[in-house]
């Protein structure tokens, strides 16, 4: 077949069909098919996890999201229960509830007043929780006696009285605040609130309401304490208590004092009280004063004068003594290289003769005493101070109370490395030396003479029973003469010179002749007939300690009307002077408002 073609037609012509050349067009078709597959594979891919995730979602976890959708939803928000009223023996409120806040900043909650939750507010604040604030009207004049509330700490929730509490919670924690928490303390209540994505509230879905806290009444007399903070009002250091001879505390103040307000109503509460003490932070700071150390019952100190009291009663209940047991005051007494001497020989030179133990008392004749205690004994003296309530705590409910000291041969040899001298006995037989008592503790012994013979549990919640710790302590003998002592102290002739003659006006005091009798008319006007003039027994004390440079501490205790007491009163000033001079008459002037109302 080639031969027949010849040359016209060359021999690398093709007979094959010949292929169309490929357009651009046709690239992109190309291209286009690629890309259309893959993406339908990315689709499909995705649709397939999207399907795989909505099935996990909804059949594995579904449980769980719906709870956390509903907790997106909805909130439980607390409403904080109010605390209980504190109430004086007469019905009168020493505490308020007062509306406000509180807001949780990490690990601490603060309490804000109307004024300043209404400020953060405005600016958008969320987070408040609407709360009840302790109000404290009577300022300082209550800050021991009835405390404080603060947020309860770290340690404290580890103890078995506060383990259901949490950390942003407050409860009491001085004074009856404290003592009480468990029945002052409420319930708190709580509301289901429905919110919006903004965290608007919408709605309430449920609420339990909160218990308030149980009221509790006081054996605190209002106007009382209020005397007692007027009447000591110049003191920078001291306490006074005030009570009934069968326990009852009436009125208890310790200087300095505080506002309590500072810890309770915010950062913008201003104070106003005759404390000085601005902010929390020179409350807690002031190491030299203590404004929070409550002297009624923790202080510890020498008790003076007022301890004759326990030394003439053992001399008289172990028989040592009677009426007529006497020592002549011979001014000082020198044992080896050491002198001991009366305050009168002391000041005035003089000395008194022969001293009973009526006169003793009413003198308050350091020799007297000296030469008791030696006939006592270290031992006998302090069985029975420790009988009269001296060396243990009285039991008040308040904490904090101290127990003062009664010493002894063997105290001295374990703590000083000293053998017990005689000159040790002189100081303990007149209240100095190595004893030590709390103002409670004397108000205590005073009671004891007051009510014949019984140491009472003191106490100030009013529904609390009276309880009987020590009973016949004192036979009615030995009551009369130490009794007959403090009466003749307090009267001409005796060394309490404020309250010579002590007279008040109030008509509905019946004369009786022995607890009220007829006042001398040192008035002109027609309301002489009004006064009348109550007797007192009560016995003083002057305290040295420290150096020679330092002022004593000035005491004193009584019980009045000196025959049917109604009230007992201690009084302590720190480093002041004479009890007589100093302490006197600030009793006085509480005895005035006790009896002329």
Not at 377 to 390: H, I, Y
Request: glycine fraction near 10%.
């Amino acid at each position: 077949m080639a031969e027949g073609i010849g040359v016209a037609f060359p021999d690398y012509i093709s007979f094959d069909k010949p292929r169309k050349p490929r357009s651009f067009d046709a690239d992109w078709k190309e291209k286009d098919r690629s890309r259309h597959l893959l993406l339908l594979v990315i689709f499909a891919g995705a649709f397939f996890l999207i399907m795989l995730r909505l099935a996990i979602l909804q059949i594995f976890q579904g449980s769980y999201f719906r709870s956390l959708s509903d907790s997106n939803r909805t909130k439980t928000v607390l409403v904080h229960a109010s605390r209980g009223t504190i109430f004086d023996r007469n019905g009168k409120p020493l505490v308020f509830n007062t509306p406000g806040y509180r807001k949780v900043e990490g690990k601490k909650t603060r309490l804000l007043d109307q004024e300043e939750a209404n400020k953060l507010i405005a600016r958008g604040e969320k987070g408040l929780e609407i709360d009840s604030l302790r109000e404290y009207p009577y300022k300082d004049a209550f800050a021991h006696v009835l405390g404080y509330i603060g947020q309860v700490s770290k340690e404290e929730l580890k103890t078995s009285d506060f383990s259901d509490y949490n950390l942003a919670d407050f409860l009491g924690k001085t004074g009856i605040e404290r003592e009480y928490e468990g029945i002052l303390r409420g319930t708190d209540g709580k509301r289901l609130i429905e919110g919006d994505s903004a965290g608007r509230e919408i709605r309430v879905l449920g609420q339990t309401e909160p218990v308030s806290g149980k009221d509790i009444t006081l054996t605190l007399d209002l106007d009382v304490q209020l005397a007692v903070q007027k009447a000591m009002g110049k003191v920078k250091k001291g306490a006074v208590i005030v009570s009934t001879p069968r326990g009852e505390i009436l009125a208890l103040l310790s200087k300095p004092s505080f506002d309590p307000n500072l810890f309770t109503l915010g950062q913008f509460y201003k104070p106003a009280t005759t404390s000085g003490y601005q902010n929390v932070e020179e409350i807690v700071s002031d190491d030299k004063n203590q404004p929070l150390l409550d002297r009624a019952i923790s202080g510890a100190y020498p008790p003076g004068s007022t301890f004759k009291i326990v030394t003439a009663a053992s001399g008289l209940e172990n028989s040592l003594i009677d009426e007529n047991y006497t020592v002549e005051d011979t001014g000082v007494i020198r044992v080896g290289e050491f002198s001991f001497a009366n305050w009168y020989f002391t000041g005035y030179g003089k000395t008194e003769g022969s001293v009973n133990i009526v006169k003793g008392i009413k003198r308050s004749n350091d020799i007297f005493f000296y030469k008791l205690a030696e006939k006592i004994g270290v031992d006998r003296l302090s069985e029975t101070a420790k009988k009269f309530g001296l060396g243990k705590i009285l039991g008040i409910d308040l904490g904090g109370e101290q127990a003062g000291l009664v010493p002894t041969e063997e105290w001295k040899q374990e703590n000083i490395g000293d053998r017990w001298y005689l000159g040790d006995t002189y100081h303990y037989g007149i209240g100095q030396g190595y004893v030590l008592s709390t103002p409670l503790q004397v108000n205590g012994w005073t009671q004891v003479v007051a009510n014949e013979g019984s140491l009472y549990r003191p106490y100030i919640l009013k529904n609390l029973d009276p309880k009987i710790t020590k009973k016949d302590l004192l036979g009615k003998h030995s009551t009369d003469l130490i009794r007959q002592g403090m009466v003749e102290s307090c009267s001409t002739g005796g060394v309490a010179w404020p309250l010579f003659n002590f007279q008040v006006k109030n008509s509905k005091l019946r004369v009786d002749g022995k607890n009220f009798l007829e006042a001398p008319q040192s008035t002109t006007s027609a309301g002489f007939k009004d006064f009348r003039r109550v007797s007192i027994a009560c016995k003083t004390g002057t305290a040295q300690h420290g150096d020679e440079t330092t002022l004593p501490h000035a005491w004193i205790t009584l019980f009045a009307p000196a025959y049917d007491p109604e009230i007992v009163v201690t009084v302590l000033v720190e480093e002041s002077g004479e009890g007589s001079n100093i302490a006197a008459p600030i009793a006085k002037e509480i005895l005035q408002e006790w009896f002329e109302k």
